[in-house]
């Protein structure tokens, strides 16, 4: 009987493989990337939408409609539907996961919707939970499966979160920052921070207002983190970089050049919150971990984890070994491949549904 059961259950999965697709979707508030089992991440989008407010319409998706924000007439609204990590416009990000999903498999002949996994920031409520399992639902997918992101991040570095051994990620991304104790294929400790890349930029916007009487726009403020951007003064590090806006008491165009002492500077206070993170969730994690963690160290993903200098600072502040995980931008998109291509491995791991939870009493 047991036999014939496994032999079923093997012949549903050949099946639904001819007839579906799987899509792993690393939800970012920044960007969002789309991994496609088979090819491997396929999208690298900004999570950017462009709507026509006259018509209700959707004039552009990522790449596109990053390059009208700032730039667009008044009927026309860029829109960004995640904020901190969780969806803030509903139906916008409906149509921002149908249209992703529908590039994805363009070229497929599939006639099913597939089955998708997201990956979220970890510690999000039911209902933020509710509205990304309702979306991608809605968008076309048959099956929704849902990962909190630092995890999805660990099984992407191919790290041995099923095993009795305890793992440390801190996951670094657009809108959040989620720092992650893993083992036994569970969060033992956790700690989800609304500080991350987005806030990296307002904080350097914040600076330029006030120590230079001059307003940059956001794209401004992310080219002056990516190419100047740095948490650690370097011996005879002197990078510079041209910035563009408006002088605030002229009104009239301005252009200064700011160094990466200015940048360090301007996110110094949200850098230090996140390193007070870190140590908190070291305090309350048990001592059996601990061990693990020192010698093993910390890993760390998302595009906070290119921060010059911010392994070395966090490793210094905690006294652990720091490593930057294998191209941390891709780390929680990768993970939901490897989590879709070993899909019975990885269940346990992932987020119940509410009719999938077991009935009490």
Known sequence: MKFL?????????????????????????????????????????????AINQKTGRVVAVGTQAKLMIGRTPSHILAIKPLVDGVISDFEVTEEMISYLINKAQKNSNKIMGPRVLVGVPSGITNVETRAVRDAAKNAGAREVHIIEEPVAAAIGHRLPILDPIGSVIVDIGGGTSDIAVISLGGV???????IAGDKFNQDIISYMRDEYKMLIGEKTAE?????????????????????????????????????????????????DTILDAVKEVLETTPPEILADVIHRGIFLAGGGALIKGFDQLLSDFVEVPVFIVDDPLTAVARGTGTVLENFDNFREILIQNDDELPLKG
Do not use: H
């Open 223 to 271: 080219r002056l983190k990516l190419a100047i951007g740095g948490v650690i003064s370097f011996e005879g590090d002197c990078d510079e970089y041209l910035a563009r806006g408006r002088d605030l008491i002229t009104g009239l165009p301005k252009e200064i050049l700011v160094t990466n002492d200015d940048i360090r500077k301007a996110m110094s206070q949200s850098i």
């Open 188 to 194: 033992v400790n956790s700690k989800n921070l609304r």
């Open 5 to 49: 059961q496994k032999t079923t259950t093997k012949m549903k999965k050949k099946f639904d493989g001819w007839l579906s697709n799987d899509i792993g979707i690393d939800l970012g508030t920044a960007n969002t990337l789309v991994y496609l089992r088979g090819k491997g991440i396929v999208l690298e989008e900004p999570s950017v939408v």
